[in-house]
C-alpha cells in the first residue's frame, strides 16, 4: 500500500515562499502523474498543479500559474510544489496525489477522482 507524506507546511508571513514536499512509502512517484491539491477553510478542495509521469509536462490551475511549481527530486524520490509570493488567501490545507499506476490523460489532470493515493494534507497558513 502506497503511503504518500507530506512535510514543509506551516505559518509564514504574506510575501514569503515555501516548499512542500510529498514523500511515498511503499511505492514510488517515478514513473506516475502526480498533482497539489488543496483546501482552503469553508471550501472544497481544489486542483492547483500537476506533473506528468513522463516529459514534465505540466499543469497549473489559473490562480497558481505565476506563483507555485511544480516538480520532482529523483534523487530524494520527493514530488514538491514551490510557492512564491505568499498571499493570505494560499492558506489551506495541501494535500499531494499520486495516480499510481494508471495514467491520467492531460485533460483529466485537474480531477481529484483520477487520483489513487492521497496523503493526508499539511496546513499552510499565510499571515497577513
Known amino acids: 500500500q502506497v503511503q504518500l507524506v507530506e512535510s514543509g507546511g506551516g505559518l509564514v508571513q504574506a510575501g514569503g515562499s515555501l516548499r512542500l514536499s510529498c514523500a511515498a512509502s511503499?511505492?514510488?512517484?517515478?514513473?506516475?502523474?502526480v498533482a497539489w491539491f488543496r483546501q482552503a477553510p469553508g471550501k472544497e478542495r481544489e486542483f492547483v498543479a500537476a506533473?506528468?509521469?513522463?516529459?514534465?509536462?505540466?499543469v497549473y490551475a489559473d490562480s497558481a500559474k505565476s506563483r507555485f511549481t511544480i516538480s520532482r527530486d529523483t534523487a530524494k524520490k520527493t514530488m514538491n510544489l514551490q510557492i512564491n509570493s505568499l498571499k493570505s488567501e494560499d492558506t489551506a490545507i495541501y494535500y499531494c496525489?499520486?495516480?499510481?499506476?494508471?495514467?491520467?490523460?492531460?485533460?483529466?489532470?485537474?480531477?481529484?477522482?483520477?487520483?489513487?493515493?492521497w496523503g493526508q494534507g499539511i496546513q499552510v497558513t499565510v499571515s497577513s
Open positions: 506533473l506528468r509521469r513522463s516529459g514534465g509536462t505540466t
Open positions: 511503499g511505492g514510488s512517484l517515478s514513473g506516475y502523474d
Open positions: 496525489a499520486s495516480s499510481g499506476n494508471s495514467r491520467i490523460i492531460l485533460s483529466a489532470l485537474r480531477e481529484a477522482r483520477m487520483y489513487l493515493y
